[in-house]
């Protein structure tokens, strides 16, 4: 056997065991779990931006009245509540912890539908341009935390489908010890249903 021919083989041999290895999960199962965790990133980011609104939306309603005043209470103390809840990369995989994280931003998204019918039943309050702009940020930031989780849902969808799946599987096992990761689910009653504002009047 010539050394031209030895070499042939060799790397004939080398492109094979690669791409073995690489249909075993060896780069598919970090990338996999590293797009789930940019996708909870965003997540986060969303609520937070929901959070930084909320003292606009105090200073609207302190002009309100008493009731309108209970009710900001109870919203500024959840947001109080679900701003001190935080889950790292790590805990995706805790459902506990998902669940908790999950029922405080459930909390402040029931307290601010209720801050925000409460003010339907005040055209004068409507009709102020500050109002208006905070509805329009409130509404916007509820569209994008529903994106932002029906995005990092699919991502956990891929990423516990490719960890589960052969021949990922394996290195999914054997080298990166991967475990499945929690989507997150809202643990608010009928969450999935739009609240109806004649109920919360």
């Not at 010539?2 to 249909?23: K, N």
């Not at 909390?107 to 509805?135: D, H, K």
């Amino acid at each position: 056997m010539t050394a031209t021919l030895r070499r042939l083989r060799f790397a004939a041999l080398a492109a094979f065991a690669s791409l073995t290895l690489a249909a075993c999960g060896i780069n598919s199962v970090p990338t996999a779990e590293e797009n789930a965790k940019a996708k909870w990133a965003d997540v986060q980011n969303a609520y937070d931006r929901r959070a930084q609104a909320l003292p606009n939306l105090a200073a609207v309603a302190s002009s309100a009245s008493e009731q309108e005043r209970g009710i900001l209470t109870d919203v500024i103390e959840a947001r109080a509540k679900a701003t001190s809840i935080q889950i790292s990369a790590d805990d995706l995989g805790d459902a506990a912890k998902m669940q908790e994280y999950a029922a405080a931003q459930g909390q402040l998204s029931q307290g601010l539908g209720r801050l925000l019918a409460s003010f339907e039943a005040y055209p004068q309050l409507q009709s102020i341009v500050n109002y208006q702009m905070l509805q329009s940020q409130v509404e916007g930031s509820e569209n994008r935390i529903n994106i932002a989780i029906r995005d990092y849902n699919e991502a956990v969808r891929q990423y516990n489908t490719t960890i589960r799946t052969f021949p990922d599987i394996i290195g999914a096992k054997i080298i990166h010890g991967a475990e499945p990761m929690e989507p997150f689910e809202a643990v608010t009653p009928d969450a999935e249903q739009a609240p109806d504002l004649n109920e919360m009047l």
